[in-house]
């Protein structure tokens, strides 16, 4: 089977820094990709992971350990526009699925 | 900068009725994918359809689905026999080669009735 196992709620204060974990049990792993939904629109592509290690986009990290099964996206610099819904996914091998977490709602407050 | 366009943005249609969802991809791209929505949940992977067949499907992905690539160009997605619990947004989504990112259409909210 698989499952992906995300927080479904965070809330930060604007300027501070989140961190929304990710942990995943699957066979055909490929690579962990994030995915931003703001309320009414579509999934926009933050970030990918193929590799161990930290992918740095901007004011976006995401991380990736493939012993543990785990990944995480770091927001820094919160924006009150960072109000969204934030969902992992695991991407399998040859591209034919790309799997989507539940998603985690991010609420930002003043 | 290019982007994947579904048509029409909103549908409403009646129980049993057929209804075909239609999605032009990015042009140079090679995967295509499906995704259903019900309001407030998961994005739910539908079908992956590469080299004009379908790559992977879910168990969602029954027999009153179909997709099809009817030109170079777009992309469907038929539900035959539509059901109260079809309503939901459907988006579509391609990728370039790898599927390491994936760049979605604004989505169709299908409503049965």
């Known amino acids: 089977g698989q499952s992906l196992e995300q927080p479904s709620e965070v809330t930060a204060v604007e300027g501070a820094i989140v961190q929304i974990n990710c942990t995943y049990q699957?066979?055909?792993?490929?690579?962990l990709s994030w995915y931003q939904q703001h309320d009414g629109g579509a999934p926009t592509f933050l970030s990918y992971?193929?590799?161990?290690g930290l992918e740095e986009t901007g004011r976006f990290s995401s991380f990736l350990s493939r012993s543990d099964s785990y990944g995480y996206l770091l927001l820094q610099e919160l924006q009150m526009k960072d109000s969204a819904s934030y969902f992992c996914?695991?991407?399998?091998?040859?591209?034919?699925?790309?799997?989507f977490g539940s998603g985690t709602r991010l609420s930002i407050r003043p | 900068e290019p982007e994947v366009t579904q048509t029409p943005s909103h549908q409403v249609t009646q129980m049993g009725q057929e209804v075909i969802l239609r999605c032009v991809p990015i042009?140079?791209?090679?995967?295509f994918y499906w995704y259903r929505q019900i309001l407030g949940q998961k994005v739910e992977f539908l079908v992956s359809?590469?080299?004009?067949?379908?790559?992977?499907k879910s168990e969602i992905f029954d027999d009153q689905f179909s997709v099809e690539r009817p030109d170079g160009s777009n992309f469907t997605l038929k539900i035959r026999s539509t059901k109260l619990e079809d309503s939901a947004m459907y988006f579509c989504?391609?990728?370039?080669?790898?599927?390491?990112?994936?760049?979605f259409g604004q989505g169709t909210r299908l409503t049965v009735v």
């Open positions: 989504a391609s990728s370039e080669g790898d599927g390491t990112e994936a760049f």
């Open positions: 699957t066979s055909g792993f490929y690579g």
């Open positions: 992971n193929g590799l161990d």
């Open positions: 996914a695991v991407l399998y091998s040859s591209a034919s699925k790309i799997i």
């Open positions: 042009s140079n791209h090679l995967y």
């Open positions: 359809f590469y080299n004009n067949e379908i790559s992977e």
